[in-house]
Each structure stands twice: as structure tokens, then as C-alpha cells.
């Protein structure tokens, strides 16, 4: 009974918490990916673009 407990126990560990930790890990990196993302087209936005060089005509 007992060894069944240990192993009942020891199982989920070792595999399900693993890939609980693997997949949250993934979803917060990618929440962080938009973040970085929406920050750097805000910020792409809040700069003007200077204005392009007219070629001189002669």
C-alpha cells in the first residue's frame, strides 16, 4: 500500500509538474514577445520619420 502511495505520488511529479512548468514558462514568453512588440511599434510611432532627400534637378 504504501509503495503504491510513493509512486501514486512521485509520478505526477515527475512528469506533470514538469510540463505545467514548461508550459506556462511558454505562454508568459509569449505574452512578454506581444508586449515587446506593442512597445516597440508604439514607440515606432510616437517617432517621426525624417524627411527623405528630394534629388536636385538641374
Keep these: ?5 510513493l509512486i501514486t505520488a512521485t509520478l505526477p511529479t515527475l512528469l506533470l509538474l514538469p510540463l505545467i512548468w514548461e508550459w506556462s514558462e511558454t505562454r508568459a514568453e509569449a505574452k512578454q514577445r506581444e508586449r515587446d512588440a506593442a512597445a516597440d511599434a508604439e514607440q515606432a ?3 517621426p520619420l525624417p524627411p527623405q532627400p528630394t534629388p536636385e534637378t538641374p
Design 1 to 5: 500500500m504504501v509503495i503504491g502511495g
Design 45 to 47: 510611432a510616437a517617432v
